[in-house]
């Protein structure tokens, strides 16, 4: 009995044992798995219930020109942030920090004492200066931080504000290409990771750590900042000159649609786009403006009529009374008593609206509306602007007799100065219609490799290369001997037309207020450069596009010349004397001419002579072979005469 009473026993005690072994066992296998293998998955969970992220922001892209001059970049504006549970006294530290940032002390401290691990203190603390931000940190206030973050630095002011337009509060883009491109500009942010306990003492054990962030990639424009001066002083001073209401300018080139220059007036402060009129900077006036645009439509009407062969320009003949009737409708010239007989070279000359209706009524309407679609109007041009309007044609219900005779001289139907930009481009380009583009690629800043690119897109083609040279030679002769003399720049050779518009309101034309327009493009043999300006509601002059427009466009194409690398051409018209012009001479060359000499050479021309009085011509202004006007002075530059001279 006893024995039987020890056997089990014993065997009960092995069984505890190996119970109890395989239980440490367990643990053992346990701890392993938590200490080791889980070990950075749990570390992780517990350092989540830990940490305190003080976020910088994310690095936004540089918008760019063509030559990757910054147009808009980043500028450092910290935001404070603060940690209620390391202050004791927060009264005291708000206090002390509301005047510093501004802000009323009840209500930040009211922020300050919120029941949260970590509190931003905006708006007074959000984007405040960086030297504000230095004095703040002297003060050394427990449980206050300073986080990195940006706002948009615009280093030109209000130019280009319409077409980039702005970021709002956390630096999204809210407007223009800021918006179109946020999802390229955005940047992820860095973030410190700070380690604390419940009560938000650091814990010391754990170092603080760093979770990176990506910059955002940089816009580069086709848009060139030397143009873009050039241009928005133009409509800067045509704004007060004439009191406009408002002015536009697109400056293209018309082999590959790239953008140059984009303005609008008046613009806005994109660091303050608050204060602004929603109504600018909601309107990119190139893209978003659609009105009829008057006779630099005709260009299409004339380009067409070419086409399709059923008008020569020197041998067809037209007579005009100064009106048309059209379906019962007595459809005037801007000139009332008419222009005469003339050649339809003169009828483009002179911008004669009964001639273009006669062309019109050539190419026929269903032509005509085909030809007018397939330059462009009736539909976005897809240039990538934010807020680009398509314009309105004629439905084909509603185009009888009169409405297809308006519209061959630019009136009853709406475009866009960029649908306007594209069309005339295709006409001189050779007859390529060519896709407007703004952005011409999208680069990584870190690596600077490109992460798109656009490049020149052709839609297609709309006049044979014949026809729009025969274009390119009517519009240099309107700006020789027609209505756009005042945009001729000797040398340059420039073409053009102009337009008038009245505007309309309600259904009905107001009486009095135009929208003048000339659009030119140099030079007129190969044309490197087309420009388009329209000025809404001018006042103090007379409001025609040729006495507005034009001289503008004019000095626009004389200054973009050398940046663009156009010299003086042969073959220019001469610009036809009008009673009233100035009269103008060549300037001879004068170089190697001695005082005496030209002293008998000339009596009429005011000579101004620099040097000694005994030397040589070495150099001169006006340069030999320029116009000047017949009353102006030759400045002449002597040298000493000597063989070196002779």
């Known amino acids: 009995m006893r024995r039987f009473i020890e056997t089990r026993m014993r065997k009960r005690l092995r069984l505890a044992f190996l119970i109890l072994a395989a239980l440490f066992a367990a643990l053992v296998l346990k701890v392993f798995q938590v200490q080791i293998i889980r070990n950075p998955e749990l570390t992780g969970k517990a350092m989540e219930n830990w940490d305190r992220e003080l976020p910088f922001a994310g690095v936004r892209g540089e ?41 009323d002390k009840d209500r930040l401290e009211e922020l300050m004492s919120k029941r949260a691990s970590i509190v931003k203190l905006a708006p007074e603390g959000k984007n405040i200066p960086y030297e504000t931000a230095v004095e703040i940190g002297r003060l050394g206030i427990p449980g ?49 990771r700070m380690y604390t306990d419940a009560r ?25 900042l030397r143009i873009q001066e050039i241009v928005e002083r133009e409509l800067s001073q045509a704004m007060m000159k004439y009191e406009a209401d408002q002015a536009l300018a697109i400056v293209m080139v018309p082999d590959t649609g790239e953008i140059l220059a984009l303005a609008s007036a ?31 439509f005709k260009i299409i009407t004339l380009a067409s009529a070419l086409e ?70 009736g539909a976005t041009t897809g240039s990538g602007i934010a807020g680009e309007a398509s314009g309105i044609l004629f439905s084909p219900e509603a185009y009888g007799p ?88 000797d040398g340059l ?49 007379v409001q025609f596009g040729g006495v507005i427009s034009a001289p503008m466009v004019g000095r626009i194409i004389s200054d973009i010349a050398p940046l663009r690398n156009i010299k003086p051409r042969d073959g220019q018209l001469e610009r036809e004397y009008r009673w009233g012009d100035p009269v103008q001479i060549r300037v001879p060359d004068l170089t190697g001419k001695e005082r005496d000499e030209l002293m008998q050479m000339f ?15 070495i150099r001169q202004l006006p340069a030999p072979g320029s116009l000047m006007e017949e009353s102006g002075t030759i400045h002449l530059y002597a040298g000493p005469a000597n063989k070196k001279n002779e």
């Open 63 to 103: 918008i760019k020109d063509r030559h990757g001059k910054k147009i808009i970049g980043n500028r450092v504006a910290p935001t404070l942030y603060f940690m209620p549970s390391q202050n004791r006294d927060i009264p005291a530290a708000a206090s002390r920090l509301a005047p510093m940032i501004g802000a």
């Open 144 to 192: 206050l931080y300073t986080g990195v973050d940006y706002i948009r630095d615009y280093p030109y002011g209000e130019m280009l504000s319409r077409l980039v337009g702005f970021t709002g509060y956390d630096n999204q883009g809210l407007a223009g290409i800021e918006y179109e491109y946020d999802r390229f500009l955005s940047g992820s942010g860095e973030k410190i």
């Open 200 to 224: 938000g003492n650091p814990l010391p054990h754990v170092g603080d750590g760093w979770i990176g962030g990506k910059a955002g990639a940089d816009v580069e424009l086709t848009i060139d």
């Open 266 to 296: 008046p613009n806005f402060d994109p660091s303050d786009y608050a204060s602004a009129d929603p109504s600018i900077y909601n309107r990119n006036l190139p893209v978003w403006m659609t009105f009829e645009p008057g006779s630099t």
């Open 308 to 377: 399709e062969g059923v008008v020569d320009l020197h041998d067809d003949s037209f007579f005009d009374p100064g009106h048309t009737t059209v379906g019962g409708a007595r459809l005037r010239c801007w000139k009332r008593e008419g222009h005469g007989s003339q050649t339809f070279l003169e009828v483009v000359e002179n911008s004669c609206n009964p001639g273009f209706i006669e062309l019109g009524r050539r190419v026929g309407p269903e032509k005509l509306t085909s030809y007018i679609r397939e330059f462009g109007f």
């Open 402 to 489: 009169v409405e297809h005779a308006t519209t061959s001289f630019g009136q009853g139907i709406s475009v866009t100065p960029i649908q306007q930009a594209q069309a005339v481009a295709a006409a001189v380009n050779g007859g390529r219609l060519m896709q407007p583009y703004i952005v011409k690629r999208i680069l990584d800043p870190e690596t600077g490799k490109e992460i798109e690119r656009n490049e020149p897109v052709e839609k297609r083609r709309v006049i044979s290369e014949e026809t729009s040279k025969q274009v390119r030679e009517a519009l240099e002769s309107v700006v020789a001997n027609g209505s756009g003399r005042n945009a001729f720049t």
């Open 493 to 541: 050779r420039v073409g053009g037309k102009t337009g008038t518009a009245q505007k309309v309101e309600d259904g009905r034309y107001k009486d009095g207020d135009y929208i003048v327009s000339f659009i030119g493009f140099a030079p007129a043999d190969d044309p490197d450069i087309l420009v388009y300006v329209a000025v809404d509601g001018p006042k103090n002059e």
């Open 603 to 617: 009596h009429t021309i005011k000579i101004e002579w620099n040097g000694p009085a005994e030397g040589r011509v």
